[in-house]
């Protein structure tokens, strides 16, 4: 460390430009450290992209922001105001809901009032009534968990229970239910108990087995509301890595680390390429699995405990999309009307929980999701959409697991039959098909197995498993979807900013 006027400034390697590691670097840069991030592959933004295929931009990774504030604090006290460089604008409706009855129910943007009339008017007051005690229950639940668990280290189950209000708290968030068994106290309605259990996948689980605490994923959706970006939420690795330029954080593409360096318990550096490089702090964007079982020593005893938390937890899902350039103009007659985020439930949900993670194969009749964005700025010309569409899969495990370098096409052109099926005259209009599999997630961005979320929320003690942000090998610090608290967008930014504070306050 060197002092810069009156001030200590630290040397900082950043491993991994994904959102969590430049949010991270963001911060620390304009706290006046010297920031390097090293990026395995030729870009930045990891897993968070825009892509181009012909006359189509399609998000191949996250296609819905929730919780904005997260990244309008980062930009508003790393420089200007986030206001200034991105449109983030509210989609309304938030979501469609299609089940394979026909049933459909909507669910308008920022208004539980409007969300629960929209259900009376589909499934009657009973069920509206009942979405509302839910979203009480979960408002509850996040106004008690949200500084604790979510915007805090999670050092151990031990300094919760020290703290006041701790069995009250306890009684709120019920850790010990699951989320279905939670659902259930409130409702018998197969619609509304479908749609909570949806938002389990929004951190890779299973509503079966995650704690009923994820209940508060649909609070932060309905109050704080359902967002696109002007251009794909893409858009956001772009400025983050714009705003980490502005603040003098170096970069350097194609650089894998292949070794976290150490000394007397004390982490000092990276290599890569061979070239040993020191730093006063390590910031590992990388995933957890990686940063303790490949990048340290396996005999090294200061990580034990953090190799140990990471076998006990269970992976988070992997994802199987499709990236569909549609043309209108191919078609006569209706063209379907899409909502900017369209949900097709199967008959049977469960079967799909089963497959993805007991079966571990593709899911036979998965749960569709289409992201149609209204924006013209993701499209060249009249009469074009560009669907991003995701489907819940299986990790690439090829020996225990599903190979997803098998097949893949084949179940592309299924998924496409499905659409077509629905009624969505997708192969009519195609103009422009890529799929992206959890093998392509692992080789483009070293996400192992290709799960998106890193480890899942299934089990009661499910966080606790999750990498710590700050490591027992001193100086090491962990950020990003696979270290607390989790993964998902709105979650990684609240890691980096818990990283930086931890890091401000180790100088
Ligand atoms: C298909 C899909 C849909 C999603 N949908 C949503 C959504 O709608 N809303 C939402 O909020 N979230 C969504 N997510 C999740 C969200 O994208 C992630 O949680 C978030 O982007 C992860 O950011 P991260 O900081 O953990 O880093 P990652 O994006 O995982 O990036 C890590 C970076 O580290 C680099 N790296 C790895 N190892 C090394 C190494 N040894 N040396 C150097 N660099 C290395 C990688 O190349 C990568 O660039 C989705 C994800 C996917 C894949």
Same mark, same amino acid.
């Given at each position: 460390?060197?002092?810069?006027?009156?001030?200590?400034?630290?040397?900082?390697?950043?491993?991994?430009?994904?959102?969590?590691?430049?949010?991270?670097?963001?911060?620390?840069?304009?706290?006046?450290?010297?920031?390097?991030?090293?990026?395995?592959?030729?870009?930045?933004g990891?897993?968070c992209q825009t892509k181009w295929v012909?006359?189509y931009a399609f998000d191949t990774g996250p296609s819905?922001?929730?919780?904005?504030?997260?990244?309008?604090?980062?930009?508003?006290?790393?420089?200007?105001?986030?206001?200034?460089?991105?449109?983030?604008?509210?989609?309304?409706?938030?979501?469609?809901?299609?089940?394979?009855?026909?049933?459909?129910?909507?669910?308008?943007?920022?208004?539980?009032?409007?969300?629960?009339?929209?259900?009376?008017?589909?499934?009657?007051?009973?069920?509206?009534?009942?979405?509302?005690?839910?979203?009480?229950?979960?408002?509850?639940?996040?106004?008690?968990?949200?500084?604790?668990?979510?915007?805090?280290?999670?050092?151990?189950?031990?300094?919760?229970?020290?703290?006041?209000?701790?069995?009250?708290?306890?009684?709120?968030?019920?850790?010990?239910?699951?989320?279905?068994?939670?659902?259930?106290?409130?409702?018998?309605?197969?619609?509304?108990?479908?749609?909570?259990?949806?938002?389990?996948?929004?951190?890779?689980?299973?509503?079966?087995?995650?704690?009923?605490?994820?209940?508060?994923?649909?609070?932060?959706?309905?109050?704080?509301?359902?967002?696109h970006i002007k251009g794909g939420i893409g858009q956001l690795s772009v400025?983050?890595?714009?705003?980490?330029?502005?603040?003098?954080?170096?970069?350097?593409?194609?650089?894998?680390?292949?070794?976290?360096?150490?000394?007397?318990?004390?982490?000092?550096?990276?290599?890569?390429?061979?070239?040993?490089?020191?730093?006063?702090?390590?910031?590992?964007?990388?995933?957890?699995?990686?940063?303790?079982?490949?990048?340290?020593?396996?005999?090294?005893?200061?990580?034990?405990?953090?190799?140990?938390?990471?076998?006990?937890?269970?992976?988070?899902?992997?994802?199987?999309?499709?990236l569909?350039?549609?043309?209108?103009?191919?078609?006569?007659?209706?063209?379907?009307?899409?909502?900017?985020?369209?949900?097709?439930?199967?008959?049977?949900?469960?079967?799909?929980?089963?497959?993805?993670?007991?079966?571990?194969?593709?899911?036979?009749?998965?749960?569709?999701?289409?992201?149609?964005p209204?924006d013209?700025t993701m499209?060249?010309?009249?009469?074009?959409?560009a669907?991003s569409?995701?489907?819940?899969?299986?990790?690439?495990? =090829? #020996?225990? &697991?599903?190979?997803?370098?098998?097949? +893949? @096409?084949?179940?592309? *052109?299924?998924? $496409?039959?499905?659409?077509?099926?629905?009624?969505?005259?997708?192969?009519?209009?195609?103009?422009?098909?890529?799929?992206?599999?959890?093998?392509?997630?692992?080789?483009?961005?070293?996400?192992?197995?290709?799960?998106?979320?890193?480890?899942?929320?299934?089990?009661?003690?499910?966080?606790?498993?999750?990498?710590?942000?700050?490591?027992?090998?001193?100086?090491?610090?962990?950020?990003?979807?696979?270290?607390? =608290? #989790?993964? &998902?967008?709105?979650?990684?930014?609240? +890691? @980096?900013?818990?990283? *930086?504070?931890? $890091?401000?306050?180790?100088?």
């Amino acid at each position: 460390m060197a002092w810069s006027g009156n001030f200590l400034m630290a040397k900082i390697i950043v491993i991994g430009a994904g959102i969590g590691g430049m949010s991270s670097a963001a911060r620390l840069a304009k706290a006046g450290h010297e920031v390097t991030v090293f990026e395995g592959s030729e870009r930045t933004g990891g897993k968070c992209q825009t892509k181009w295929v012909g006359d189509y931009a399609f998000d191949t990774g996250p296609s819905l922001l929730t919780l904005p504030a997260v990244y309008r604090d980062l930009f508003l006290k790393t420089g200007k105001r986030v206001e200034h460089i991105l449109n983030i604008e509210p989609v309304d409706p938030a979501f469609e809901y299609n089940f394979a009855d026909g049933t459909q129910i909507t669910f308008p943007n920022l208004s539980l009032k409007a969300i629960c009339d929209s259900i009376e008017s589909v499934l009657g007051k009973k069920a509206a009534d009942q979405w509302h005690n839910l979203m009480q229950r979960a408002e509850h639940m996040w106004d008690v968990s949200r500084g604790p668990f979510v915007e805090s280290e999670l050092k151990s189950i031990g300094s919760l229970v020290r703290r006041k209000g701790f069995l009250s708290d306890l009684k709120t968030i019920s850790p010990l239910t699951s989320l279905r068994k939670l659902t259930a106290k409130y409702t018998d309605d197969p619609y509304l108990s479908k749609i909570v259990d949806r938002y389990a996948t929004y951190s890779g689980s299973d509503p079966r087995k995650v704690p009923g605490v994820l209940l508060t994923i649909a609070f932060v959706e309905s109050s704080f509301g359902a967002w696109h970006i002007k251009g794909g939420i893409g858009q956001l690795s772009v400025a983050l890595e714009n705003r980490c330029h502005d603040l003098g954080v170096k970069f350097e593409l194609n650089s894998p680390v292949t070794k976290i360096t150490y000394q007397n318990s004390l982490a000092t550096g990276v290599e890569v390429s061979g070239k040993s490089i020191s730093a006063d702090f390590i910031v590992a964007n990388a995933d957890a699995e990686l940063v303790y079982n490949k990048l340290l020593p396996s005999d090294l005893n200061q990580v034990k405990s953090e190799r140990r938390k990471l076998a006990k937890a269970t992976k988070s899902l992997a994802g199987f999309s499709l990236l569909l350039g549609l043309d209108n103009s191919k078609i006569k007659g209706d063209v379907p009307k899409m909502a900017h985020h369209s949900i097709c439930f199967p008959e049977d949900y469960d079967a799909e929980f089963d497959d993805i993670f007991v079966k571990k194969i593709p899911v036979d009749d998965p749960t569709i999701y289409i992201c149609a964005p209204k924006d013209p700025t993701m499209v060249k010309g009249e009469n074009k959409e560009a669907w991003s569409v995701l489907i819940n899969a299986p990790r690439h495990e =090829p #020996g225990t &697991g599903w190979d997803w370098n098998q097949g +893949s @096409a084949l179940y592309a *052109a299924k998924i $496409i039959a499905k659409l077509d099926a629905l009624g969505l005259r997708v192969s009519e209009r195609l103009d422009v098909v890529e799929f992206q599999t959890p093998a392509d997630l692992e080789s483009s961005v070293s996400a192992p197995g290709g799960s998106i979320y890193g480890t899942s929320s299934n089990g009661a003690r499910s966080a606790f498993l999750r990498a710590s942000n700050t490591s027992p090998l001193k100086n090491l610090y962990c950020v990003g979807g696979s270290a607390h =608290p #989790g993964g &998902g967008l709105p979650l990684v930014g609240i +890691s @980096a900013e818990i990283v *930086a504070d931890a $890091i401000g306050r180790a100088k």
